[in-house]
Nanobody
Framework: QVQLVESGGGLVQAGGSLRLSCAAS????????MGWYRQAPGKQRELVAS???????NYADSVKGRFTISRDNAKNTVYLRMNSLKPEDTAVYYC??????????????WGQGTQVTVSS
């Protein structure tokens, strides 16, 4: 069993900051790419940021320069630092990870989601 548990969401005023955390636990052999997605009401889930095992990163254009993704491999944890938040960043944020349980196959796991609300 593998679990991804997110924390750090909440209500913040526009221009403020939040840091999301996502810790993976369970029968993990290794973790490949990790990422954050978000889904606003009435919209499709979209990629916010991802980070590879070599710490290479990828960001959605809408968050470039404001959000920073990082990971701590010793803790099986990925972070998302969000600065200069805007009302349009309001969404449920989901953690995602590609995890090996001991073979070459990677399994796709998701967290339960954490609400981020930015007030204007």
């Amino acid at each position: 069993q593998v679990q991804l548990v997110e924390s750090g969401g909440g209500l913040v005023q526009a221009g403020g900051s939040l840091r999301l955390s996502c810790a993976a636990s369970g029968s993990i052999f290794s973790i490949n790419a990790m990422g954050w997605y978000r889904q606003a009401p009435g919209k499709q889930r979209e990629l916010v940021a991802s980070i590879g095992t070599d710490d290479s990163t990828n960001y959605a254009d809408s968050v470039k320069g404001r959000f920073t993704i990082s990971r701590d491999n010793a803790k099986n944890t990925v972070y998302l630092r969000m600065n200069s938040l805007k009302p349009e960043d309001t969404a449920v944020y989901y953690c995602n990870a590609d995890i090996s349980l001991g073979s070459l196959r990677l399994y796709d796991y998701w967290g339960q989601g954490t609400q981020v609300t930015v007030s204007s």
